[in-house]
């Protein structure tokens, strides 16, 4: 099966182990994953600023570039954005010559949990990981995009991994891209309160599937000095024993 890997702008430049380790865990998976230097940003931040007209630029080049190489699937390590890419024909409603491109590079985009589970049929990828874990449940990922229990489903056979409920697990940790800049103290007692709340669980770990939101959590546990490690769940899927 071949499928093209959208790698995400957090991923691509900041978050660079988690690329590695999607790649790595989709050919394990039997995938063969095509990369497309092309891809650019899917537009979110300027889309939910407002700016749509900016923001279709990108959408447009994102759109050639994941479709130039006919991949069965397209799969990207995060929800947000695999949601962004969704609304896509949306955005391009009317428009002759880009709705139905945007309806079939949204037909066949998938986030990767979604696809290991549900297209690839697989609950169990032969992980391992010792210890107690908390996971938190991204809101564009989980409310809007609707993917909740493949996640978990994965993390459930992980061996030696213990799945722990927190106190405020459904809530958002705060993020929200620029809410979290236009609204920064309400932004970040949101976080301080998602991070007391699983620091209570008494966790070892933090789980989670989009970047965005892990790197907010993870800042405010380092700056806390708590000693809880932060992990995108592809990475504890690569994992063989921790």
């Given at each position: 099966?071949?499928?093209s890997?959208?790698?995400?702008?957090?991923?691509?430049?900041?978050?660079?182990?988690?690329?590695?380790?999607?790649?790595?865990?989709?050919?394990?998976?039997?995938?063969?994953?095509?990369?497309?230097?092309?891809?650019?940003?899917c537009?979110?931040?300027?889309?939910?600023?407002?700016?749509?007209?900016?923001?279709?630029?990108?959408?447009?080049?994102?759109?050639?570039?994941?479709?130039?190489?006919e991949?069965?699937?397209?799969?990207?390590?995060?929800?947000?954005?695999?949601?962004?890419?969704?609304?896509?024909?949306?955005?391009?409603?009317?428009?002759?010559?880009?709705?139905?491109?945007?309806?079939?590079?949204?037909?066949?985009?998938?986030?990767?949990?979604?696809?290991?589970?549900?297209?690839?049929?697989?609950?169990?990828?032969?992980?391992?990981?010792?210890?107690?874990?908390?996971?938190?449940?991204?809101?564009?990922?989980?409310?809007?995009?609707?993917?909740?229990?493949?996640?978990?489903?994965?993390?459930?056979?992980?061996?030696?991994?213990?799945?722990?409920?927190?106190?405020?697990?459904?809530?958002?940790?705060?993020?929200?891209?620029?809410?979290?800049?236009?609204?920064?103290?309400?932004?970040?007692?949101?976080?301080?309160e998602?991070?007391?709340?699983?620091?209570?669980?008494?966790?070892?770990?933090?789980?989670?599937a989009?970047?965005?939101?892990?790197?907010?959590?993870?800042?405010?546990?380092?700056?806390?000095?708590?000693?809880?490690?932060?992990?995108?769940?592809?990475?504890?899927?690569?994992?063989?024993g921790?």
């Amino acid at each position: 099966m071949n499928v093209s890997f959208f790698v995400t702008c957090i991923t691509d430049n900041i978050l660079t182990n988690v690329g590695i380790k999607s790649v790595e865990l989709l050919e394990k998976l039997g995938c063969t994953v095509i990369f497309n230097p092309g891809q650019t940003c899917c537009g979110q931040p300027l889309a939910n600023a407002g700016y749509h007209k900016k923001a279709k630029k990108s959408m447009r080049v994102l759109i050639n570039a994941l479709l130039e190489d006919e991949c069965e699937y397209v799969v990207a390590p995060s929800g947000s954005c695999v949601l962004q890419v969704k609304e896509f024909p949306r955005f391009f409603k009317g428009e002759e010559a880009w709705e139905s491109k945007a309806q079939r590079l949204a037909a066949k985009t998938f986030e990767i949990t979604d696809f290991i589970v549900n297209v690839l049929k697989v609950t169990d990828v032969g992980a391992e990981c010792h210890g107690r874990a908390a996971y938190h449940p991204s809101c564009h990922m989980s409310r809007l995009l609707g993917v909740k229990e493949p996640p978990l489903q994965l993390l459930k056979n992980v061996k030696g991994l213990e799945l722990v409920p927190f106190k405020g697990q459904d809530k958002c940790c705060g993020f929200g891209g620029t809410f979290a800049v236009k609204m920064a103290d309400l932004s970040g007692a949101m976080v301080a309160e998602k991070v007391h709340n699983i620091v209570d669980a008494g966790v070892d770990y933090v789980i989670g599937a989009d970047g965005a939101c892990l790197m907010n959590i993870n800042g405010r546990i380092r700056r806390e000095g708590f000693a809880i490690k932060v992990y995108h769940i592809v990475e504890v899927l690569m994992m063989n024993g921790v």
